[in-house]
């Protein structure tokens, strides 16, 4: 027992530096005992990871799941609105990770310094009706605001981007970390990890297994044709008729719809997509830590399509040229943003 409370004590020395000696929790804090008169810091030893959009619909769940993963140390919460409060809430998790809130974009940089992986879930989502190309307008520019924060800040961290058009919106963060001279493709990712998720639901469903056997790869980008669920490659190996091909593709590449829709204005996934976002972001984690074989898909810069080496692709995704065509032109269009 004396070993371990020992240890602690050490554990908690070590990561006091995590905080800054003057820092707060949160700014407008009226307890009299504060926060950094407790005698222990905090945080076990893991990443830092921040979350931007923190207070929103997809960021209070992402929040929280990511206060509950044992590989995080510090969470730093980061919104224009709503901060404190998803802070307070979520700091009182008996979980190994320090929250922080950060609130406005005057805290950006603070928020975003040190940072191991930077998650985004910042920006509006789509309404019925609407494509995700349609909230380019609004979102594009709150992405380059954060990614000019994260080239200044944390140039090193993975970039998990969620906001939407994600083909557009990684293209935009890629212009302004070369812009920045911090550009590495391996650290931009475009986070297209739930249509995996919704691909290996729809598919356990189809063949009647447990979606935690099922393993789809899906690869291309995150709208409509541009989804490419590569049912050949399907683990555990199975087949399908035309028909089941056929439903399989067209769900997946709405599933997106079909919540924004059953939504009817309150905007698209966010439970799911906090589901999918975490375990993106476990991955990237695990990869970071070193562990071998851990395997993810998402929406980055890669020669696999490029003319001179030919995309090692499934032969049954009649889509391909199709999804090529749409992502050339929706990558140009965040290029052209950036580069204005
Ligand atoms: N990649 C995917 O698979 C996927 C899936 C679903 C939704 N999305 C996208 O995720 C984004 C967020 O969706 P949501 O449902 O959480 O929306 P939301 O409106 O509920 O939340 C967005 C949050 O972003 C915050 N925000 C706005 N401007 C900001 C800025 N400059 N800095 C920091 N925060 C800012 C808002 O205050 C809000 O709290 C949308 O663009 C949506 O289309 C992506």
């Known amino acids: 027992m004396q070993g ?3 240890a602690n004590q050490r554990i908690a020395r070590i990561a006091a530096h995590l905080l800054p000696s003057n820092s707060q929790m949160m700014e407008g804090s009226s307890m009299n005992l504060g926060w950094e008169n407790c005698r222990a810091k905090g945080a076990s030893p893991g990443f830092k990871v921040a979350i ?10 992402l929040s929280m799941l990511m206060k509950m993963n044992p590989l995080v140390s510090v969470l730093h919460l980061y919104d224009v609105v709503n901060t404190p409060g998803v802070t307070a ?5 008996d979980t190994g990770a320090v929250v922080r809130g950060f609130l406005g974009k005057e805290k950006l940089d603070e928020a975003l310094t040190g940072m191991d992986l930077v998650i985004i879930p910042a920006g509006v989502p789509r309404k019925p009706g609407m494509t995700r190309d349609d909230l380019f307008n609004i979102n594009a520019g709150i992405v380059k605001t954060l990614c000019e924060g994260i080239a200044r800040c944390c140039p090193r961290a993975i970039v998990n981007l969620i906001s939407n058009p994600v083909n557009s919106t990684v293209a935009i963060a890629a212009e302004v970390f070369k812009k920045a001279g911090t550009y590495d493709p391996k650290l931009l990712l475009g986070v297209t990890m739930l249509d995996v998720v919704r691909a290996n639901t729809f598919v356990a ?9 099922v393993d789809v790869p899906v ?4 709208a409509g044709v541009t989804i490419l669920p590569l049912l050949s490659q399907v683990k555990p190996s199975c087949s399908f008729t035309p028909e089941e091909v056929n439903y399989l593709t067209d769900r997946i590449q709405n599933g997106g719809t079909e919540v924004v829709e059953a939504k009817a ?16 972001a476990d991955a990237c984690l695990r990869g970071l830590r070193g562990e071998a074989g851990v395997v993810a898909y998402a929406f980055l810069e890669s020669q696999a399509c490029s003319a001179s080496q030919p995309c090692y692709l499934d032969v049954h995704v009649a889509g391909l040229e199709k999804a090529k065509k749409e992502l050339a032109a929706s990558i140009q269009k965040g290029v052209s943003f950036a580069r204005k």
């Not at 809430?89 to 998790?93: C, E, K, L, W």
């Not at 469903?205 to 056997?213: A, F, I, K, Q, S």
């Not at 204005?265 to 993106?280: E, N, W």
């Open 52 to 61: 931007l959009g923190a207070a929103g619909g997809i960021g209070q769940p």
């Open 4 to 6: 371990t409370s020992n």
């Open 205 to 213: 469903e189809v063949l009647g297994l447990d979606p935690r056997e």
């Open 89 to 93: 809430d979520i700091s009182h998790m």
């Open 219 to 222: 690869v291309g980008g995150h």
């Open 265 to 280: 204005g309150a905007g698209s996934a966010t439970l799911s997509m906090a589901y999918a976002a975490v375990k993106f």
